[in-house]
């Protein structure tokens, strides 16, 4: 029972991780509306793949990934 728990435990704090530090790592929205629009947007200005790398999540993938494995390994037995 107590692998089970530290593995949903460890799942949810990964993802709560990563959640965090996309948060952390500037605005999400821009404050002006682009040409062509007519509103606001939650499209962030020139932002590209790099925002969601690998190399500031690895952390948190680590967490969830210890979690599943914690999770499979209870399920196969």
Known sequence: MA???IGALLT???L???AGAAIRRGQLSG???PAGSTGP???PPRRGLRFLGLSQDWPGLLMMGVG?????SVAIL
């Not at 599943?68 to 499979?72: A, D, K, P, T, V």
Request: charged share 5%.
């Open 16 to 18: 709560v991780y990563m």
């Open 3 to 5: 692998i089970i728990l």
């Open 31 to 33: 404050g002006s509306a």
């Open 41 to 43: 947007t939650l499209e």
């Open 68 to 72: 599943i494995l914690m999770l499979l």
């Open 12 to 14: 949810v704090a990964g």
